[in-house]
């Protein structure tokens, strides 16, 4: 059995959420079937079993909130913490109380610690593959709407790192702003540095002159836009002499079209960081089954 003594910043404004959830899957009767063919007293014990070969647990204080919200009276048990490693057959927690609350909470549940078990598993593939390159895995904005929070939280379970949470934590001037200024890389730092000199910005850099532009007005990161290898690398090596000449160290972010595969070419070019938008778009859910136990 784990304890937990704090409750994670993460589910902080997440119980509404949660109760909205499990009040449209219910519906306006409840759980018909349940409330026809099970007794009010009848008491049971669930199990949380990984189907799948191995990977991340990650969702467990979702899961005990959903549970909670449900019925007090339903006791869920984690066996491990957020971040573990499973494999196949592994039981990572158990539930126990009135057998009908536990199956109005079970696909609410399991559906949540399907998404972010099966986000911190692809996470952890990603951060082995770049794995002493010096490269740090980010996530994007591409996260579920109103959910966004616990897909981060899943990134962070598999080892991963996050981005900005929102879109007041840190600018970024995209190609978009840059091509309303036309194509003005300096012009758009000015602007954005004058507004709003104590937030962070990172740059969108398409080519050698917007990179060695972005460069020479200090933004605090730059992000190079769907480049391929060869020019990820061409980019690293002209930071590189700025630094050389300045000793203004700006890091460098890969985003675009990383797949597993590529990953870890990429961080050998010498890039700080490399954002993965699938980590949360492309989301496959990891395989888990709750195997109910009635006590008659």
């Not at 050698?208 to 836009?225: F, G, K, M, Q, V």
């Not at 002499?241 to 870890?264: C, D, F, Q």
């Amino acid at each position: 059995m784990i304890e937990t003594k704090q409750v994670p910043e993460y589910t902080i404004g997440l119980r509404k959420r949660l109760y909205d959830a499990l009040q449209l899957d219910g519906g306006p009767l409840g759980d018909v079937t349940s409330l026809a063919l099970i007794e009010n007293e009848c008491q049971a014990t669930a199990e949380f079993i990984v189907k799948a070969d191995e990977g991340i647990v990650s969702g467990l204080e979702v899961a005990r909130i959903v549970f909670e919200i449900v019925n007090p009276e339903i006791k869920f048990t984690p066996l491990l913490r957020d971040g573990d490693p499973v494999k196949q057959g592994d039981i990572f927690a158990t539930v126990q109380g009135p057998a009908r609350s536990i199956l109005a909470g079970e696909r609410i549940a399991l559906e949540f610690l399907r998404r972010m078990s099966g986000i911190a598993t692809r996470t952890m593939k990603f951060v082995a593959e770049a794995a002493g390159t010096g490269a740090t895995i980010l996530d994007t904005r591409k996260i579920l709407p109103g959910y966004g929070e616990l897909d981060k939280q899943a990134v962070r379970d598999g080892g991963g790192t996050n981005h900005r949470a929102n879109l007041s934590e840190m600018g970024l001037i995209k190609n978009n702003h840059i091509d309303i200024l036309n194509g003005d890389v300096a012009q758009a730092i000015q602007i954005f540095r004058e507004k709003y000199p104590r937030i962070p910005l990172e740059v969108e850099v398409r080519n050698r002159a917007e990179l060695i532009s972005a460069l020479i007005n200090t933004p605090d990161r730059i992000l190079l836009d769907n480049m391929n290898n060869d020019k990820t690398g061409e980019a690293v090596r002209v930071r590189d002499e700025y630094i050389k000449h300045t000793g203004v160290k700006i890091p460098l972010e890969a985003s675009g079209n990383m797949t597993l595969e590529r990953i870890k070419e990429v961080a050998q070019t010498g890039v700080e960081y490399i954002s993965v938008g699938s980590l949360t778009h492309s989301v496959e859910a990891f395989d888990i089954s709750l195997h109910v136990s009635f006590n008659k």
